[in-house]
């Protein structure tokens, strides 16, 4: 494969990219979505996040021996 062939295709790659998303800018409330989809993001990993684990790996270090059996 030659160099010039794979930047070829890259710039190929990268240009179809811009005028995708340049034609999806264009659609009523796309900005809306993207922002909603970012928040909404955070959100859910925020409240899904194991949290159990680490505080059961926090008072595991903490915590030594106490409460196990010998």
């Not at 190929?12 to 811009?18: A, E, T, Y």
């Not at 809306?32 to 909404?40: A, R």
């Not at 030594?64 to 059996?69: A, L, P, Q, T």
């Amino acid at each position: 494969m030659e160099l010039k062939l794979s930047k070829e295709s890259l710039k190929k790659i990268l240009n179809d990219f811009i005028v995708f998303f340049k034609e999806a800018g264009s659609l009523p409330n796309f900005w809306l979505y993207i922002i909603l989809s970012i928040v909404l993001f955070i959100i859910f990993f925020i409240t899904t996040f194991p949290y159990d684990v680490l505080l059961r790996n926090k008072l595991n270090e903490t915590g030594g021996n106490f409460g196990k059996s010998f």
